[in-house]
């Protein structure tokens, strides 16, 4: 490239360059950030939308002395690339790669790891008042996109922030401009204005006199938020103790870097409203920022193509399938989403059936409580959540939802590993977590058309039930022409041998079949987590040497310890082999790749078994991959 990017290695590099120097500097930045998210897949919309604002915070902050906490995380390549990772970005969110998130252990400049939303204020502020108590002069910036804003636990940051005396920063990265007048030059001049020490002193003395006179001091209070709030969305967040700065222009450097520079030097909590867009630079993520969110390999002169095979259907499709099938075969069916409609495969739902579809924006605790609430109604509401985030609504789902024994249907989607999302994004502990409370199920399919049915079971229950699925496709399986559910509780056995049975829970139950052909191991389909199915247990305990369980999910407390649960309480001495996702966070790459590694396809199975049930060696026939049809 040869030009400005290639001799920036640090921030320090950067804050060398003169302010003419800057806007060429991100250009280069964001054709280098296009080209290489091209190459490897990724996310891009946001990225491009935060190329400028992202080159102002390190040249205006001495990071990392100075810290910077991005929120969500997904946004922050542009970083990378400034802080000495440009030449690792080809490995991003590949197996040993750099993440597609802020890592503390990859870098000094990632201060706090973030993939989750809405955490951003709060560990800005606890970092904030660290810096006091240790009597060091750094300052704390929080970068929180619009869509974190609506997550209650920003509010509750907020609330803390602004009374805490701290010198804290939050920039609000608004890329919808839902809540923002027009930006323009008026904007401009108002946020220099409003961020300079003589505003800020003028304040401060106005302060001082009117305080003599109380009534004087209130009308002249009043009349300064008034007046603020007819230019700008400033009285709520001065309510809450911050100093509001903005709307102002996040993709001009002429704006953003004095109002910054005046910023830096005020004391106490402080708010900066930038409005950026989504897909900055590139006109077809510009028109299109929701398909280029995440997109996989491109051409950057073609754009995103359909590919020329039509791809299987995935369970995120599979669900919103049969989200459209069940509401038109029953009206009291309430789809419910936090922020991820196209993720839980809920767009053809929201257009058919708008009144009964519900984005409560990034807000999992609410959407878990407002089901709870439209099912005392006797409404049947189904809330399509990705397993991770779950995580977050934890409380609500035992308090409100089981032990009020409401039939709300859970429809956990990225279950187990997600591949480049890395550990923050994997479903691994949605098996244990759910099990142990009362009232709930939990359904486990093996493929899409398992899926479909037991999303019927589950929705035709008096009591909570959780249907969890990995991303992406299955084995391809037809999806049912009509509505009837499984048995509930119930598995079933797929194969036939001796001497050791292989229990599968869920899609795992495909590469546990490949290899009971080697092991000539009986292989059952569990499907449920709770209730397990005790009988089913037992009766395999009763006619095999040995037991193996498989699921992709935590091993500690999952399906295989509900297993040993049962054997024991029912007073069978067996030897169990529990396979699964390990007491570890798994990094990112590849799914296929890291479930090998991991000892969990067909190959992984069969070597556990013989090294760790001690199994004679005995001539296997060529593996033979088993499919829907088998």
């Known amino acids: 490239m040869n030009g400005l990017l290639d001799t920036i290695h640090s921030p320090a590099d950067l804050r060398r360059l003169s302010r003419q120097q800057l806007r060429p500097l991100a250009d280069e930045l964001r054709e280098f950030l296009l080209q290489s998210v091209a190459k490897t897949g990724g996310h891009l919309s946001s ?61 000094e400049y990632d201060t706090f790891g973030t993939a989750h939303s809405s955490t951003s204020i709060s560990a800005a502020l606890g970092m904030a008042l660290a810096a006091k108590l240790k009597g060091e002069q750094r300052h704390a910036i929080a970068v929180i996109g619009d869509g974190a804003m609506t997550a209650g636990m920003a509010f509750e940051a907020l609330n803390n922030a602004g009374v805490a005396d701290a010198k804290l920063l939050v920039i609000l990265n608004d890329n919808d401009m839902s809540i923002s007048p027009p930006v323009g030059a008026l904007n401009r001049y108002l946020a220099q204005l409003m961020s300079g020490r003589f505003y800020a002193a003028a304040k401060q003395m106005g302060k001082q006199v009117l305080s003599v006179a109380p009534p004087l001091f209130e009308l002249a209070k009043r009349l300064e938020e008034q007046a603020k709030g007819m230019v700008v ?38 708010f900066l409203h930038v409005v950026t867009r989504k897909g900055q630079g590139y006109k077809l993520a510009e028109a299109d920022p929701i398909a280029y969110h995440g997109p996989g390999k491109f051409d950057p002169k073609v754009g995103l193509q359909q590919p020329a095979q039509p791809p299987k259907p995935t369970f995120s499709q599979v669900f919103g399938q049969w989200l459209c099938d069940m509401a038109e075969h029953d009206p009291r069916l309430i789809g419910i989403t936090p922020a991820m409609r196209e993720g839980s495969g809920m767009v053809e739902f929201h257009r058919r059936f708008p009144s009964r579809y519900h984005d409560v924006g990034i807000a999992e605790q609410h959407a878990v409580t407002f089901a709870a609430g439209l099912a005392c109604e006797g409404l049947k509401p189904v809330v399509a959540i990705y397993s991770t985030f779950l995580q977050r609504a934890y409380d609500q789902m035992i308090h409100d939802v089981a032990l009020q024994n409401l039939p709300v249907v859970f429809a956990l989607d990225r279950a187990g590993i997600v591949g480049a999302d890395g550990p923050t994004h994997a479903g691994a502990y949605d098996i244990a977590f759910v099990r142990c409370i009362p009232n709930m199920a939990m359904a486990c399919p093996a493929d899409e058309a398992e899926c479909y049915r037991l999303l019927s079971t589950a929705f035709a229950q008096n009591h909570p039930v959780a249907v969890r699925y990995p991303r992406g496709a299955g084995v391809g399986t037809a999806l049912p022409q009509d509505l009837q559910g499984l048995p509930y509780g119930k598995g079933e056995i797929r194969r ?23 092991l000539d191991a009986t292989v059952a389909n569990m499907r449920w987590a709770k209730p397990l199915d005790e009988a089913l247990v037992l009766e395999l305990a009763d006619t095999h040497e040995a037991l193996v369980t498989v699921e992709e999910g935590a091993v500690a407390g999952g399906a295989g310890a509900a297993v040993l649960e049962c054997l024991q309480a029912n007073g069978r001495l067996r030897p169990v082999l529990t396979l699964g996702l390990p007491d570890r966070f798994v990094e990112h790459g590849d799914p296929a790749r890291l479930l090998s590694m991991l000892g969990l396809d067909a190959p992984g199975m069969v070597a556990a078994v013989r090294e760790r049930l001690r ?9 033979k991959v088993v499919s829907a049809a088998d």
Do not use: C
């Open 615 to 623: 199994l004679p060696e005995v001539p296997a026939p060529a593996l």
């Open 233 to 270: 969305p400033a009285t709520l967040f001065e309510k809450f103790g911050f100093n509001y700065i903005g709307p102002i222009d996040g993709h001009d450097l002429d704006s953003l870097i004095p109002t910054l520079q005046n910023i830096r030097e005020l004391d106490g909590p402080q």
């Open 47 to 107: 990225n491009l939308g935060t190329v400028e604002l992202t080159v102002a915070l390190h040249y205006v902050f001495n990071t990392p002395e100075d810290r910077i906490v991005w929120d969500v995380g997904h946004q922050t390549y542009p970083h990378k690339i400034l802080t000495g990772r440009r030449e690792r970005m080809s490995t991003l969110r590949q197996l040993g790669g750099i993440s597609g998130f802020p890592v503390r252990a990859e870098s």
């Open 496 to 518: 036939r041998g001796k001497r050791i049975a292989i229990l599968a829970f869920g899609t795992l139950l495909y590469p546990a079949l490949d290899a009971a052909e080697i």
